[in-house]
């Protein structure tokens, strides 16, 4: 074996001639926050129903669930929170399926809590988005009711500009 002395992606694409320009969600993107405080009507909802937290600006974000928070109150016994997004509209006209877990799933809500989502995305644990009128992210409580007045707060963390 050798020392090697290799180079990512983004510091190829930089030191290229010419240079391949890298995009704000890559590299001197600005960090910004959307923060949420959901409370749960009079009414508790059915198994699956979902919370509607926050929006992301339309253009090409990147969320960063690592620096991301999510508080809930006691759920009950048995229940698991999921956080997705909405259906949403690509800026080429292409339409993306909602879909209640793509950034975390299974997190345990029968207590009250808080954490940082884990994510069930990957690697990095960052997802990006390509929006023409942004990306409403939501949250799904499972296995049982949503509460009347249980609550959801905290924030995402993307970056954009």
Known sequence: ????????????????????????????????VAFFDFTQGDAAGDATSTARLCKLPGGKVRILLPLSYVHHSALGAARTIDLGHEAYVQPD????????????????????????????????????????????????????TLPAAATLSGFFVYVQD
Do not use: C, W
């Open 1 to 32: 074996m050798a020392v090697t002395n290799e180079s990512s992606t983004q510091i190829a694409n930089i030191e290229a001639i010419p240079p391949v320009y890298l995009e704000t969600n890559e590299n001197h993107g600005r960090l910004r």
């Open 93 to 144: 006209g292409t339409a993306v399926a909602a879909d209640p877990d793509d950034l975390d799933a299974d997190v345990d809500g029968s207590a009250a809590g808080a954490y940082v989502p884990a994510g069930t995305l990957g690697t990095h644990e960052t997802k990006i988005f390509e929006s023409r009128d942004g990306v409403i992210l939501t949250a799904q409580v499972n296995d049982a």
